[in-house]
């Protein structure tokens, strides 16, 4: 069975940085795209940034700039750098990760960023 694993979640300062890691553990065939989603309070989901297996990165136009995506493809983990942190960024931030043939999501780890 697939599980994922965030971790890095804070409370942090405005201006502050954090590091987000989520880990997959079990069998997972064929990694390909890798996302990082967040979901605040009253609010939708929204994705945040996505690497494919070919690293090319895509970002929210909200945090380009500030976040980087990175993956791990040995340890099967992928990354979010958060710098230059916001109030507004303050959610619960969620990992994707597809394979060939299924996709998997992470519990998620809290973000909060205070004034």
């Known amino acids: 069975q697939v599980q994922l694993v965030e971790s890095g979640g804070d409370l942090v300062q405005a201006g502050g940085s954090l590091r987000l890691s989520c880990a997959a553990s079990?069998?997972?065939?064929?990694?390909?795209?890798m996302f990082w989603y967040r979901q605040a309070p009253g609010k939708q989901r929204e994705l945040v940034a996505g690497i494919t297996s070919a690293d090319i990165t895509n970002y929210a136009d909200s945090v380009k700039g500030r976040f980087t995506i990175s993956r791990d493809n040995a340890k099967k983990t992928v990354y979010l750098q958060m710098n230059s942190l916001k109030p507004e960024d303050t959610a619960t931030y969620y990992c994707n990760i597809w394979s060939g043939v299924a996709a998997y999501w992470g519990q998620g780890t809290q973000v909060t960023v205070s004034a």
């Open positions: 079990g069998t997972i065939f064929s990694i390909t795209n």
